[in-house]
């Protein structure tokens, strides 16, 4: 399929980490304003010493969030980047996005949890009352472009993280240290809560992001559960660095109703749990329950790659068994700056390694609009969702008009 026409169509993306983000001329602008230190102070040199095409290993990949991380200290920088990644999704044709970030990373003395993530849904804001107030918006039938914000609660962490975290694990000293992990989530879903219902702000969900090895979601277990009570939507980072087990917890105890990558899914040699003996019956049961319940997997094709050798020859990624399986899932680009990638570029892997035909490309970007966790009500989120389509379906019949007529 043409590149062009993949950028026209409407488009959603569910994964997209808000600090894996920045453009790089805004890393540069701010770091020089912050004195914060950069291997190099241009966008090229960038490239080629931090955010590069490919990586060794995650921790490499991981290095450039220290700098992002960096410019990212007020409410007027968190507003400005918020801001620019919605331009830059709307450019290429994505309507609906969902920014997650961790607040916990961002909070300072002059910043708590609630106004960083204000500062966040500023920036979305402004850049969606622009787009929207467009003529071909408002008079020509083009679906308008929304949003939501997911706020990561972190399986763990140390107190170099940030101000946030230095402040809250000395307050908790004498406090096992799984059980300060546990009341840190709480904190932020308290927050999180406050946010949603109290300032009607549209963060729409919480999620659980880290090191999965050694660091079981259930640690996190009353976070999740009081996000339940609290009408909040789940999604967890699982089955990306550890075995389906961390996925079968995320669903089952966590109430999880998207998985982040969810790599190991259907993969039996990627069982850890002695007590599983059929690892083969175990993952086709698993897969069985997400896809009879329909848990949307979030798929992350090249930021996998970068991270994880094993997908290096990108047709070894389980993309394609998940399609064979008719699992739900959607496209996006975890982290466009740190992978180099955009949503257009995502979709255009996943059509020409895996041949997907119109059929199946469709089905991915319905599942994006359906199992989104649109801010609004449910009868609003279908008429969205509807003109989403309708609008897909217009360029597709364009485009193939124009196939003919060549």
């Not at 961790?102 to 910043?111: F, I, S």
């Not at 990627?270 to 049961?285: A, C, E, G």
């Amino acid at each position: 399929m043409d590149r062009s026409y993949l950028e026209k169509l409407p488009k959603t993306d569910l994964h997209v980490h808000l600090d894996g983000c920045v453009r790089l001329g805004t890393l540069i602008e701010l770091a020089r304003e912050s004195g914060v230190e950069l291997p190099s102070y241009t966008e090229q040199g960038l490239r080629e010493t931090v955010f590069k095409d490919s990586y060794e290993s995650l921790d490499e990949y991981l290095k450039g969030f220290a700098y992002t991380g960096a410019v990212m200290r007020t409410r007027e920088q968190i507003e400005r980047i918020s801001y620019e990644v919605a331009v830059d999704n709307q450019r290429e044709g994505v309507r609906y996005i969902e920014v997650r970030f961790a607040p916990q990373l961002h909070a300072t003395e002059d910043m708590d949890i609630i106004q960083s993530i204000r500062a966040v849904d500023s920036g979305l804001r402004r850049a969606k009352e622009e787009f929207n107030s467009r003529p071909e918006v408002r008079q020509m039938g083009e679906p308008p472009f929304h949003y939501g914000i997911i706020a990561c609660a972190m399986r763990f962490f140390t107190p170099d993280f940030s101000e946030w975290y230095r402040n809250f694990c000395s307050m908790h000293r004498y406090t096992n240290r799984e059980r300060v992990f546990a009341l840190a989530s709480l904190e932020l879903e308290s927050a999180v809560a406050r946010a949603r219902w109290d300032e009607e702000l549209p963060v729409v969900g919480i999620d659980l992001a880290g090191s999965e090895a050694g660091w079981p979601a259930i640690n996190h277990l009353e976070a999740f559960r009081r996000a339940q009570r609290h009408f909040l939507k789940k999604t967890v980072h699982a089955g990306e660095a550890y075995g389906p087990e961390s996925i079968y917890q995320a669903i089952t105890e966590l109430y999880a109703d998207r998985i982040g990558h969810g790599l190991t899914l259907l993969d039996p040699g990627s069982v850890k749990s002695s007590y599983i003996r059929d690892p083969q019956k175990y993952v086709d049961s698993l897969a069985g329950y997400i896809a009879d319940r329909r848990i949307t997997v979030e798929v992350c094709l090249t930021s996998n790659q970068q991270t994880n050798p094993s997908f290096r020859r990108l047709e070894d990624h389980p993309f394609g068994k998940m399609m064979q399986r008719k699992l739900s899932v959607t496209i996006c680009t975890d982290n466009r700056t740190v992978s180099n990638t955009t949503l257009t570029d995502e979709l255009h892997k996943a059509v020409t390694t895996f041949g997907l035909s119109s059929y199946e490309l469709r089905n991915i970007i319905v599942y994006g609009f359906k199992r989104s966790f649109f801010p609004g009500r449910y009868d609003e989120k279908r008429r969205y969702v509807r003109q989403c389509m309708e609008y897909f379906e217009k360029i597709e019949e364009e485009f193939h008009e124009g196939e003919g007529d060549r």
